[in-house]
């Protein structure tokens, strides 16, 4: 079977997927939309695991054979801060969508229609 | 019982409840408190895993800023989510 | 009700699909290629020690401009969306005491903490967007322990664009010296800091861009807090 690291992140891109399908609150399926993100970067960090070695800083001692893979964690750092800046630009979005319709339902929204 | 790697399971474990509670919860703060301590958790998993540029910069960004930013969105809205459960009939509007 | 069912169904199956896929990785197993050739030369190629670090700068510094360009025009994106002629505060509870004396000690410590941690990026783990975070944070204390605390909205504008311009210039003087864009002259030109690998005056031009992009993200942050915080003012 998939080792424990695996499973919590798939579980965590099922569980925002889940949110972002069904729920109806707009601010709701922003949530689940930063949980998945979430996960997707624990996925690409648990990928580049050596087991046995330690942080890729190469300090009095540790040898270039001794360190884990650093590429991954180096496009994870960027994913990270590019999730939030999506995240805050989502919710002014809804803010304006809250003072022109008076609701966050998507389906009065999408009924409403200007 | 002593296994000392079982720490590893428990914040797994942890981590997916508090995310099912983030996303069950109908008032809008607990959510996104939930949404906030599953950030937290991956930090530590982050640890553990021998990232601690990864670590750090998820507990500052994706904790601290991103449940303020949701936070303000909050107070500009409304907190608790309404009675908005499907009406009959859902293949007429889609 | 069929459609929670429904959703439930294709989330299943997306699973299922995941962890076939993921259980051809093994989990824990040494798969580094390019990795190796990063890893063995690193030291006397930027003179950094942190590999994660000179990975983001050095070897692919290209992309870490990309993504100061997404955080800039998520920053304008939001400050274009929540625009109004009269804008104010309104908050109406003010902090208790403990958070008012408390924030106003101890908001230089944290300023001094989120530098210290931009300017070593290149020796321990963290790096330019934590270090901007961390000032980010200082300001929003600020901001929820006084009821009427602003930042200078046009001071934060100004030093963030001249921030972002800084970074496009030292990768012009890079290609003006040397070959291409974001070439190092600092390590492989004049040579400063060669003997002492792992002190602080060492690393080429990584402390350079990680002060910039820390300056560049901290205002930027703090732009977006204070657009979302104010409310028009009717008259």
């Known amino acids: ?114 | 019982m002593n296994c000392v790697a079982c720490i590893e399971y428990v914040i797994i474990g942890l981590m997916i409840v508090s995310a099912i509670l983030a996303v069950e919860w109908r008032d809008l703060l607990a959510a996104v408190v939930g949404m906030t301590a599953v950030s937290l958790f991956a930090s530590i998993l982050f640890f553990f895993l021998q990232a601690p540029d990864v670590a750090m910069t998820e507990a500052a960004i994706g904790a601290a800023l991103s449940g303020a930013v949701f936070i303000f969105a909050i107070k500009r809205t409304y907190r608790y989510e309404t009675e908005e459960e499907e009406k009959p009939g859902w293949w007429m509007r889609w | 009700m069929l459609k929670r069912a429904l959703a439930i169904v294709a989330i299943l199956i997306i699973g299922y699909w995941l962890a076939q896929g993921l259980s051809q990785v093994p989990f824990g197993q040494d798969k580094m290629l390019v990795s190796k050739y990063y890893l063995d030369h690193v030291k006397e190629q930027t003179g950094a020690v942190n590999a994660v670090t000179a990975v983001v700068v050095n070897y692919r510094g290209f992309d870490t401009l990309g993504e100061v360009t997404v955080l800039f025009i998520a920053s304008t994106g939001v400050g274009a969306l929540l625009w109004r002629k009269k804008r104010k505060r309104t908050a109406k509870t003010k902090g208790s005491v403990v958070l008012t004396t408390g924030s106003k000690l101890l908001f230089p410590f944290i300023m001094l903490f989120g530098m210290y941690i931009f300017i070593h990026g290149h020796l321990t783990p963290g790096g330019g967007f934590p270090g901007g975070a961390t000032i980010a944070t200082a300001f929003l204390l600020m901001y929820m322990a006084f009821t009427t605390y602003e930042i200078s909205h046009k001071g934060f504008e100004v030093t963030e664009g001249f921030a972002g311009m800084g970074y496009v210039l030292v990768g012009l003087i890079g290609l003006a010296i040397g070959g291409y864009f974001l070439f190092d002259w600092i390590w492989q030109t004049w040579h400063l800091g060669t003997s002492n690998i792992g002190r602080l005056f060492s690393g080429g031009f990584i402390p350079v861009i990680y002060t910039i992009i820390g300056i560049k993200v901290g205002t930027e942050l703090s732009g977006i807090i204070d657009n979302m915080l104010k409310e028009e003012v009717k008259e």
Not at chain 1, 41 to 61: D, M, R, T
Not at chain 1, 78 to 103: D, P, R, W
């Open chain 1, 1 to 114: 079977m998939i080792s424990a690291y695996y499973f919590g992140a798939i579980a965590l891109i099922l569980i925002g997927l889940y949110a972002v399908l069904v729920k109806k609150n707009l601010l709701k399926i922003l949530v689940g939309l930063s949980i998945m993100e979430t996960g997707v970067n624990l996925l690409l960090i648990s990928i580049g695991y050596v087991s046995g070695k330690s942080a890729p800083i190469l300090s009095e001692g540790i040898t270039p054979s001794q360190a884990v893979d650093p590429i991954p964690q180096a496009l994870v750092l960027t994913a990270i801060v590019i999730g939030v800046a999506t995240t805050a630009m989502a919710l002014s979005v809804a803010i304006i969508l809250y003072e022109k319709y008076g609701t966050l339902n998507i389906e009065e929204i999408r009924r409403l229609r200007g």
